[in-house]
């Protein structure tokens, strides 16, 4: 089939690259010429693991092509993808002027019929107003067209896995035509032509995806009911680590036992400093601004939101604690971006934990395996360094923000020589309290017990 996409971030990119590899002709755009031309070039913008290489051989194949020409895109596809991003205006809604511009763009430039597929992250009902958009401006071009919803479920870091082996696929249609159409687009997929080109232990080839037809709504609703819900797990696990930190018992055994029962689900249970990322909190904003719209308080989220916020500041309490004075402390910073396996730091609560350091005085020195770049950008006074034994160097404590394996992976015991004072705050467990204090560590972290020899921090 021909398709195109419009809008190249994390979204258009593993969505055009993966179907253009599973045999489709996808021609992508976007309105970023920085962002073309790296495109251009054969430079990804991104860091997301496994998508160079599907991206290179796509292209190499004459299937996946880019151009800044929107108009030649739409006019050569028969199925449009719209890939743009949905920010949160300072109300918390989304902001929906980029899905607004593309869809006079497309009725503008189309000329025959078109199948439009919303698979941005939108509120409930935008695929009405979508098609109400499309017919109005392009009423005079002879062109007719069809919208469908088409959530993603990709994680960054492993979004081009889940793009090859999604647990379901669903298309929120309105005629029997587009969800045929949708089906033909994802047939490689569902028949399970195709396995991850990128061999990670996490995508095993697995029974094929569930392919659900909804409504446009209950596509749109799925998507956000979905993100919420995992922000809810998340706050949920972070209460209870609050509890256990006041009545000595270990998070990890409780969410363990609480995961094994099929209907609670092991994932999305890891306390620690919360959740960003440029997802999860936009979505859950979002979603409870959709709900106040329609006379629905959503005070549960309200609740998921304001215990993910006050993370930050626990957290911050804690390394206040520990350290007595903050001010002209050397604080390690190892982990920038939201979560492992991505460069992205939008969002990301360890940027929020270094403001905080810093205006408390704090020399900070901070390093990510890919992040360092990005969090430059935001973040002032900071010393960045590539190697994890320099930010150890001389600090008076070393705080673990993002859980990537190769800090689990470190040499301890040389981490423990570089430090002034051997002080580690872990906000995302990564590490064993009985082997940190073993090896002679003043060890923290979340809902757990110190176990510190020389523990200052008080228990209540
Ligand atoms: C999220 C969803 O997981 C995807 O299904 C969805 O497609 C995507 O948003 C999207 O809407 O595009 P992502 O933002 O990549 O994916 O990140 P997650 O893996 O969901 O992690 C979000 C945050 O939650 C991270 O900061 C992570 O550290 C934190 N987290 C996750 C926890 O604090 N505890 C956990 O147990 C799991």
Aim: aromatic residues 8%; hydrophobic residues 40%.
């Amino acid at each position: 089939m021909r398709l195109a996409v419009i809008g190249c971030g994390y979204v258009g990119l593993v969505t055009g690259s993966c179907l253009a590899k599973a045999g489709h002709e996808v021609m992508a755009t976007d309105n970023d010429p920085a962002r073309m031309a790296m495109l251009d070039s054969g430079r990804l913008p991104i860091y997301e693991p496994g998508l160079d290489r599907v991206m290179e051989s796509a292209c190499a194949a004459g299937r996946l092509r880019f151009t800044s020409d929107c108009a030649q895109v739409v006019r050569a596809a028969d199925a449009i993808f719209i890939c743009v991003g949905t920010p949160p205006l300072d109300s918390g809604e989304a902001d929906l002027s980029a899905i607004d511009g593309v869809a006079r763009q497309i009725a503008a430039a189309a000329r025959s019929p078109k199948l439009v597929i919303e698979k941005s992250t939108v509120p409930a009902q935008t695929g009405e107003q979508l098609r109400h958009a499309l017919g109005v401006y392009g009423r005079s071009n002879g062109a007719t067209f069809r919208v469908a919803s088409n959530p993603e479920f990709l994680r960054e870091g492993t979004a081009v896995a889940d793009f090859f082996h999604p647990d379901r696929i669903v298309v929120g249609v309105e005629d029997d035509g587009s969800e045929g159409q949708l089906r033909e687009i994802y047939k490689p997929f569902l028949e399970g032509r195709f396995h991850c080109p990128i061999h990670e232990p996490k995508c095993p080839p697995g029974p094929g995806p569930m392919f659900l037809v909804t409504t446009m709504a209950s596509a749109e609703l799925i998507k956000h009911a979905s993100n919420s819900f995992l922000g809810l797990k998340i706050s949920y696990a972070n209460l209870i680590a609050d509890l256990c930190e006041k009545l000595g018992g270990n998070v990890e055994e409780v969410t363990r036992a609480m995961g094994l029962d099929p209907r609670i689900g092991p994932y999305f249970l890891n306390a620690g400093l919360g959740f960003g990322g440029f997802c999860l909190p936009k979505d859950i904003q979002a979603f409870i601004r959709l709900a106040e719209k329609h006379g629905i308080d959503f005070g549960l989220l309200k609740e998921v939101e304001a215990v993910n916020k006050r993370r930050i500041e626990q957290f911050v309490e804690k390394v206040r604690r520990a350290l007595w004075v903050v001010k002209e402390k050397t604080v390690g910073v190892l982990g920038l971006a939201f979560k492992p396996n991505t460069d992205d730091v939008r969002f990301a609560p360890a940027i929020e934990v270094v403001r905080r350091l810093i205006a408390e005085g704090a020399t900070v020195r901070a390093s990510d395996p890919f992040a360092i770049n990005r969090a430059r950008l935001l973040l002032d006074g900071v010393e960045f360094v590539e190697d994890p034994y320099d930010v150890a160097r001389g600090a008076d404590a070393l705080l673990l923000l993002t859980e990537w394996q190769e800090y689990r992976e470190l040499d301890w015991k040389r981490i423990y020589r570089e430090m002034a004072r051997p002080l580690v705050m872990d906000a995302r467990n990564m590490l064993a309290p009985g082997k940190m204090k073993e090896l002679g560590f003043e060890y923290h972290s979340f809902g757990r017990p110190d176990l510190t020899a020389n523990t200052v921090l008080a228990s209540s």
